[in-house]
């Protein structure tokens, strides 16, 4: 069972060949040892028209309530195949849904809304959207009368979407509303911009009960003169399998060459990127384009495990520190990577009792709120380190500065000092902090890192996340379980606009960024995941939102690599938010877990290894 599907399809640009090339090749990553390859035929080239009776212009406003439908009758004049619905729409919301209805005539010049013919979803957005309807395999009669139907499914009723009209008169009414609410049809004034995409002639694809599946392809720009069927061209003698470690089809080298269209590469290296496209080879024709470019990944199950203690004292107690009860000591500990606090160390010169704590930082590593406290005095037997195991108290995910505060119990309990200081340090009395100039206390932390997991430290509010393994259930609800209404927003970039907008999404995909609202302040983490060594991730022109690979340490600045080389210019812009200051800030690393905004000049790919 493919239990992860592919990471990266990035689609290029090939020559335009009179045959046509495989379709929707689709790589899956994250098997052991070997990369998995399927592919659609060619499509037959088949000439398309529209049927439209809007002149184009557009003007006045329909805005639908929900369960509502707004549609167009249509007469062909000679038998033809349908083959999609093209409309002028407006959402300013993302993943608002409707439904596309093929309807009958009802004999009287409206649509049998009660008896569709096929329905699809579809998600609304503003300017021209093509829907593909081919593979209900429908075909109509010259003159024989059906009706498009778009059907607001969607609640609540207060999230608008329009279907833009042309307000001139028309000498045959054939736009008609549909309303829900008292179960009447009224006519539009004008004509819906809502057209028909046909071809004429034989039956593209005999209409079955029940179709196969449905897709969906919408986009602003007008419907391309050619419009791609379901039926498979019957010219093709057998396939040629191409590969390399570029996302860039002249880099590329033959692999193999089959009949199927599917096809299993295991003379492959987990952890190492690999690019593939597939060609045709039509009788008498010869070999086609490229397909589109695909990227895939083998990985191992495999993990590893990263301690880390970080030591910010040269070992060697230079003085002993003494507090009286309820007061006491703390260091900054400078973290610049993410994984689970697993303990503290502190080094104690003469016995007694004290309270462990953890404390948040501000930008100028000032201690600003008590994220931890040990509820009882712990005992210091003798002197020397003494361990304090914070992963089994509790699940504390660092990805920032905090401060290992002790809090001591008595006035004989003494704590070590380094003079002169490496790092921040600071004295706890009457419950302010003040800081400790040119010493640091010898207090030191043990950081815990699998690769197979992810860590989160979530914030209230906004959070910018990322993923940086692969899970079976990599839905938002199980990976960010306390997002608001189980959605993510992402960042994404239209390759038929060539412009960027933000959409919500219910799952999440390695390589992206994601904006996630929380109402609560939470640690966790999720493991089981195949982990995220090497991946490359496409850019786009403009502000691209990324996210890392599992390396505890994270990928600098300086570490980045781009194909082609120099599409992020001569200085790095990278940004992350932070959730604590609220705002967004210039980051000089790529942590796991965390989401990223980087500006891309050009097209290509991020290299992160």
């Known amino acids: ?21 495989p379709r929707e090749l689709v790589a899956t990553s994250n098997l052991d040892s070997r990369v998995e390859l399927a592919w659609k035929s060619p499509a037959p080239e088949v000439t398309t028209y529209e049927i439209a009776y809007d002149d184009g212009t557009g003007g006045g406003i329909d805005e639908a309530e929900r369960n509502d439908i707004l549609s167009v009758r249509f007469t062909p004049t000679e038998r033809c195949s ?28 409206r649509p049998n809304i009660y008896s ?40 609540p009723d207060t999230f608008p979407h329009y279907i833009i009209h042309d307000p001139s008169p028309v000498p045959e009414q054939r736009s008609w ?25 034989s039956r593209v694809m005999e209409l079955s009960a029940e179709p196969v599946g449905k897709r969906t392809v919408p986009y602003d720009s007008p419907a391309p003169e050619e419009f791609v069927s379901p039926t498979s061209a019957e010219d093709v003698e057998y396939y040629n399998i191409y590969r390399g470690h570029l996302p860039d089809t002249s880099a590329l080298e033959f692999l193999d060459v089959t009949t199927d269209t599917f096809y299993t590469d295991e003379d492959v290296t987990n952890d190492e990127v690999y690019y593939y496209a597939v060609k045709a080879y ?11 470019l695909v990227c895939a990944v083998p990985r191992t199950h495999s993990s590893t495990a990263t301690l880390d203690t970080l030591i910010y004292d040269d070992g060697s107690p230079d003085a002993t520190a003494f507090y009286s009860e309820g007061n006491g000591f703390g260091t900054v ?39 931890l406290s040990a509820t009882s005095w712990l005992p210091v037997s003798t002197p020397g380190w003494r361990e304090v195991n914070v992963e089994g108290w509790h699940t504390l995910i660092v990805d920032r500065p905090v401060l290992a505060g002790c809090i001591v119990g008595d006035f004989t309990t003494g704590l070590a000092v380094d003079v002169p200081g490496r790092i921040q340090s600071y004295d706890y009395g009457g419950g302010t902090w003040s800081p400790l100039p040119d010493s640091t206390y010898m207090i030191r932390a043990v950081i815990e890192y699998y690769d197979d997991c992810a860590y989160f430290h979530i914030r209230k509010g906004w959070n910018l996340v990322g993923v940086p393994v692969y899970f079976e259930d990599n839905s938002v609800a199980h990976i960010f379980p306390t997002a608001f209404g189980g959605v993510a927003y992402r960042w994404k970039f239209s390759t038929e606009t060539e412009s960027w907008a933000y959409d919500t999404t219910h799952t999440i995909n390695a390589g992206e960024g994601y904006w996630i609202y929380s109402s609560v302040d939470t640690s966790y983490m999720l493991c089981g995941g195949i982990p995220i060594r090497t991946m490359d991730i496409a850019l786009h022109p ?55 905004f980087i500006l891309s000049m050009d097209s290509g790919a991020l290299i992160m290894r």
């Not at 096929?118 to 998600?123: I, K, N, R, S």
């Not at 957005?125 to 209900?136: K, N, P, Y």
């Not at 691209?544 to 781009?562: F, H, K, P, W």
């Open 1 to 21: 069972m493919r239990k992860y599907l592919f990471a990266i399809a990035l689609v290029m640009a090939c020559a335009v060949f009179a045959q046509n090339p």
């Open 82 to 109: 349908l083959l999609a619905i093209k409309y002028f729409g407006y959402c300013p919301f993302p993943e608002l849904n409707v439904e596309i209805g093929v309807y009958a005539d009802n004999g009287s010049g």
């Open 116 to 155: 569709p013919i096929y329905t699809t979803e579809h998600t609304i957005i503003s300017g021209w959207q093509t829907v593909d309807l081919s593979e209900a395999g429908l075909t109509f009669d010259a003159g024989e009368e059906f009706h498009l139907g778009i059907k607001k499914i969607v609640s």
């Open 177 to 201: 509303w549909f309303d829900y609410s008292d179960f009447g049809f009224y006519p539009v004034p004008g004509d819906l911009q809502i057209r028909a995409i046909v071809t004429y002639g």
């Open 282 to 292: 039509h009788t008498g024709r010869g070999l086609s384009g490229f397909s589109n």
């Open 333 to 371: 500990l400078p973290i610049n990577q993410v994984g689970q606090l697993k303990s503290l160390l502190y080094r104690f010169n003469t016995s007694g009792q004290f309270k462990p704590q953890i404390w948040s930082v501000d930008a100028d590593e000032y201690p600003d709120s008590l994220l």
């Open 542 to 596: 403009g502000w691209n939102l990324i996210s890392g690979i599992s390396r505890t340490d994270g990928i600098a600045n300086y570490e980045i690599e781009t194909y082609p080389n120099g599409i992020l210019g001569t200085y790095i812009y990278l940004y992350t938010y932070d959730p604590v200051a609220r705002e967004m800030v210039e980051a000089t690393r790529i942590l796991p877990g965390r989401g990223y």
